[in-house]
């Protein structure tokens, strides 16, 4: 963000999605606190984040185009925009097209975070798939198996503005990121490990539909983005949360860590999804008889999960 204001000379970014915790996005609920309850979290108070910030980051839905066609025809101030190309919801109706037209009309650098997509779906990241080139892509530890590592690549005539800013590190020399990165993208290429997380988040999302019908169990599949497979309950909202809980908690006694969404990875084989989904259809058939005897709450063995950001100590 902040080489892309260098370059364009402006202090405003339009963005959409989820973007991390410094001061510049985190402001966005200073203008309404609300903005970020689609993109991180409900109920965030930016304390400690400067008041005179208000205003420099804006929000648009993702496949909303006419929110971003509104900000820039009342703002002439926006210096970047800044998207997740795809996360759990694929673009509609040339959405990343249109992003980008207005991107280049404005003058302005055009950022994808690919932090969650980059190194999932493919060697690369969603800007290839959807062949749509931004002027900036951000990658982070999806590209070195999890060891601390992150990239900014982009465009030499927007990355040289980098030169007439302070960005510095303490880990300039460190090389174990770098050396994780390089063996990563190795075994990614050599094994096609995106073929592969495509291919186990499909079987995941298609077990789940499966024996949620079974089951008579109402939930709902996001499936756009395999790598990070999701599913909702689709009861009331303070019930969704509630069999959620005790989804986790039921999994939990059966030995797995399980929430509602799958970050696959090169490790899951399709004997480890079968494992699991034994386990998933006992507990779906808890949940729905739970639901069905208006017991869910009873069954729980401690506080129904927070949805929103709430502080543990």
Known sequence: VRIARAHSKKDKIAFCGYHGWHDWYLSANLADDKNLDGHLLPGLEPHGVPRALKGTSIPFNY??????????????????????????????????????????????????????????????????????????????????????????????????????????????????????????????????????????????????????????????????????????????????????????QEMLYRGFLASTSVYVSYCHTEENIEKYFENVNDVFKIIKNAIDNNNVYNLLKGPVAHKGFKRLT
């Open 63 to 248: 496949n909303k185009i006419e929110e971003l066609q509104k900000i820039v025809e009342n703002d002439n101030d926006i210096g970047a925009i800044l998207v997740e190309p795809i996360k759990h919801h694929k673009p509609e109706n040339n959405f990343l097209v249109e992003v980008k037209k207005i991107a280049d009309d404005l003058n302005v650098p055009l950022i994808f975070d690919e932090v969650t997509s980059g190194f999932r779906i493919n060697v690369g990241g969603a800007h290839e798939k959807y062949g749509v080139y931004p002027d900036v892509v951000v990658y982070g530890k999806g590209m070195s198996n999890g060891f601390p590592m992150a990239a900014i690549v982009g465009k030499s005539e927007i990355m040289d503005a980098a030169q007439t800013s302070f960005i510095s590190s303490t880990y300039w020399t460190e090389r174990i990121g770098p050396t994780a990165a390089f063996a990563t993208i190795n075994k990614m290429r050599e094994k096609n490990v995106p073929e592969h997380l495509c291919k186990i988040g499909q079987l995941i999302g298609n077990k789940w539909k499966k024996i949620a019908e079974e089951n008579e169990l109402k939930i709902e599949v996001m499936a756009d983005f395999l790598p990070l497979i999701t599913f909702n309950f689709s009861y009331d909202e303070e019930l969704n949360q509630a069999v959620k809980t005790l989804f986790t």
